[in-house]
């Protein structure tokens, strides 16, 4: 699916463009269908390095240059009769930069499996007519979810309703008021994500009100998906 300002399009667009439904949702058949081509609503996971290669892996490009520099140093200071003071200082430098290279690639890890959990609810949806309670990854486009007080968003939304509707997207722009939600389309096409009042975003948390809402990107695409490819 290409990318698309849902911001832009109003609530009637948005049902034509994903060819759903507000009101009966989607078919059984129809969300099979979509998970093979859009896959599972959750975020890619990483391979898991073990720490020691994390270390080793600091020792690149100009690093290698260092420690042959040290080397270089330890063998003209010895001849020289100066000591070897410059390789053993050169070396601690190397070392350090190495043990804080390997906590900050541990801290962006360690942040990722926080997203991952902030994206993994159960979400209220509207499927053949119904309203069914759904592990979120299980999610597709196209797909109307019910938000009330108190949920988790699973997934990127084009909100279709919106009673007195407000979102805690802390995680996603800093803010820490929440956000009213509307239903009305915003015209500019350069809105920043905290500015997009007709949407809500995976892994925010809806404060107040309820609403509902059509499923417009998933997993890898939604904004904290993102973030998950950036860490």
């Known amino acids: 699916m290409e990318k698309e300002n849902w911001f832009n ?49 600091q020792f ?5 240059v260092l420690i042959i520099a040290a080397v270089v140093s330890s063998i003209v200071g010895h001849i020289n009769g100066e000591g070897i003071t410059d390789s053993i200082i050169i070396m601690v430098v190397v070392i350090v930069n190495a043990i804080i290279g390997v906590v900050q690639e541990d801290k962006a890890e360690k942040s990722l499996e926080a997203l991952k959990k902030l994206s993994s609810y159960s979400a209220k949806v509207i ?50 008021v929440p956000v009213d939600k509307y239903v009305t389309t915003i015209s500019s096409e350069d809105v920043g994500i905290g500015d997009r009042t007709n949407m809500v975003f995976s892994s ?25 490819g950036i860490l």
């Open 9 to 57: 399009k109003s609530a009637e667009e948005t049902v034509k463009k994903l060819n759903t439904n507000n009101t009966l949702g989607l078919t059984a058949e129809e969300v099979e269908k979509r998970k093979q081509k859009y896959g599972l609503n959750e975020l890619e996971k990483g391979k898991k390095t073990p720490l020691i290669v994390k270390f080793l892996e």
């Open 60 to 64: 690149k490009d100009f690093i290698i």
């Open 127 to 176: 499927r053949n007519g119904k309203i069914t309670v759904v592990p979120s990854k299980e999610l597709v486009p196209g797909d109307v979810v019910v938000l009330e007080t108190g949920d988790y968003v699973p997934a990127d939304m084009r909100i279709t309703e919106a009673v007195n509707l407000r979102a805690q997207e802390t995680s996603l722009t800093g803010e820490s």
């Open 204 to 228: 925010s948390l809806i404060t107040y009100g309820r609403g509902q809402g059509i499923v417009v990107e998933t997993g890898m695409n939604t904004e904290v998906g993102k973030i998950a």
